[in-house]
């Protein structure tokens, strides 16, 4: 069982930078593949990036790549999301999830976040 929870989001003007986090609980997290994802009002929920558990290996959404980073501190049991240059499409309800296998899409991931709100202003 792992639980996590998201902080980090905020109003942010368009251009802006944020820094999300992820803590999850349970001494097993460096063995969990972690992902974000982000749902936009009246949207599907979407995969923005994902990490494997050991941190060698991560994906990103075409959305966000070269934008957004992905990265993970297994000590602090943390994951993180760096979002630069952040656009107002880039409004959504941001989500960690994890799983023992989990890459790109929402059903690979068993645990999840209750989220965290990232506004972009225009």
């Known amino acids: 069982q792992v639980q996590l929870v998201e902080s980090g989001g905020r109003l942010v003007q368009a251009g802006g930078s944020l820094r999300l986090s992820c803590a999850a609980s349970?001494?097993?997290?460096?063995?969990?593949?972690m992902g974000w994802f982000r749902q936009a009002p009246g949207k599907e929920r979407e995969f923005v990036a994902a990490i494997k558990w050991s941190g060698g290996n991560t994906y990103y959404a075409d959305s966000v790549k070269g934008r957004f980073t992905i990265s993970r501190d297994n000590a602090k049991n943390t994951v993180y999301l760096q979002m630069n240059s952040l656009k107002p499409e880039d409004t959504a309800v941001y989500f960690c999830a994890a799983d023992q296998s989990g890459g790109t899409v929402v059903y690979e991931y068993d645990y999840w976040g209750q989220g965290t709100q990232v506004t972009v202003s225009s």
């Open positions: 349970g001494r097993t997290f460096s063995s969990y593949d």
